[in-house]
């Protein structure tokens, strides 16, 4: 399997994964709030990657160990797109919704690809900027609020559709940001191993947030909630699908794919958290997503596309 097909691979089983994660999250965030669920699934897959990282150094002790300058590149990565990405993420959740913020979080895939273009001079062929409209605009089409629901929410809110959206906007754009600085790692060093990469990325988010829940006193409440039974399970399930095998699959592609491919790939989660929630709830699937689900397939075998 080449590099490039291996990317689209990884960037595959990230969309996966991550879209088992919201299940998982949705209620622990309704029970602890957002914070101390972030704060807990970071610090949770820290340990468990510190721990892996060192069965790596003992079963292959041959692994190059990352330079200063990969390790910069990752804590800036984990800090800007896991402390404060997430951070507006969450904030857009809570203000605008679950489909508004993900119409909004489909910015991120181009600004990547601009980002990525100025600074790496990584290009898309054609095909692939073809490709990425195909999955953005499934993804928009299937995400859009419906006119009815959409009035009855601004009756509610005395407010237009998209007040507070600057929210998600920010969320794209430090996401954005930190994409492009772990591709950017990579490119430096080409050897690099993503569970390095993805535990200095994890880690640095979860150090940030870490200190910050110190300095606010927020750190013996957001223990207390979090070790609680029914809690403690939802966040190592969602830890093990999202920040651990997620994260590390994502990691990984941006190490053999370019950054606006992989991220456009990702950021199809709500083509599959739709249908599982409409099966889970027994709501009927609309004729919508499931072109917005078939314009989003066709668009990744675009993007796989390597003539």
């Known amino acids: 399997m080449s590099n490039h ?5 990884l960037a595959l089983m990230t969309w996966i994964f991550w879209s088992m994660t919201p299940f998982f999250f949705a209620a622990t965030g309704r029970s602890i709030g957002p914070f101390a669920t972030n704060l807990t ?6 340990v468990i990657l510190f721990v892996l990282c060192g ?6 002790p041959a692994i190059p160990h990352p330079t200063t300058g990969a390790w910069m590149l990752f804590i800036g990565s984990g800090t800007v797109g896991l402390a404060v990405g997430d951070y507006f993420l969450y904030s857009s959740l809570t203000h605008v919704g679950p489909q508004r913020t993900s119409l909004l979080m489909t910015l991120s ?8 273009w100025g600074l790496m001079r990584e290009t898309l062929s054609p095909a692939q900027l073809t490709g990425m409209a ?3 605009g499934g993804v928009a089409g299937a995400t859009w609020p419906k006119k009815e629901s959409a009035e009855n929410s601004e ?7 998209w007040h507070g959206a600057w929210r998600g906007l920010l969320s794209a754009f430090f996401t954005s940001i930190s994409t492009v600085l772990a591709r950017q790692a990579f490119l430096r060093s ?14 640095s988010g979860g150090l940030t947030l870490l200190i910050f829940a110190f300095v606010t006193g927020k750190l013996v409440s957001t223990v207390q909630k979090a070790t609680e039974p029914a809690v403690a399970k939802r966040i190592f399930a969602g830890t093990l699908t999202g920040p651990i095998i997620g994260t590390l699959c994502y990691v990984a592609a941006l190490k053999y794919q370019s950054a606006g491919v992989v991220t456009t790939i990702t950021f199809m989660t709500p083509l599959l958290v739709i249908p599982v929630a409409t099966w889970r709830y027994k709501a009927r699937l609309s004729g919508r997503v499931l072109l917005g689900g078939a314009s989003a397939l066709f668009g990744v075998a675009l993007l796989g596309w390597n003539p």
């Open 109 to 116: 895939p181009a600004l990547t690809a601009t980002m990525s």
């Open 41 to 46: 699934r970071l610090l949770l897959a820290s």
């Open 134 to 136: 195909l999955v953005l």
């Open 5 to 9: 097909s291996l990317g689209i691979l």
């Open 55 to 60: 069965l790596q150094l003992i079963l292959f």
């Open 155 to 161: 009756k509610k809110t005395h407010h237009g559709m």
């Open 190 to 203: 080409h050897d690099l191993s993503p569970l390095f990469a993805t535990t200095i990325r994890i880690g």
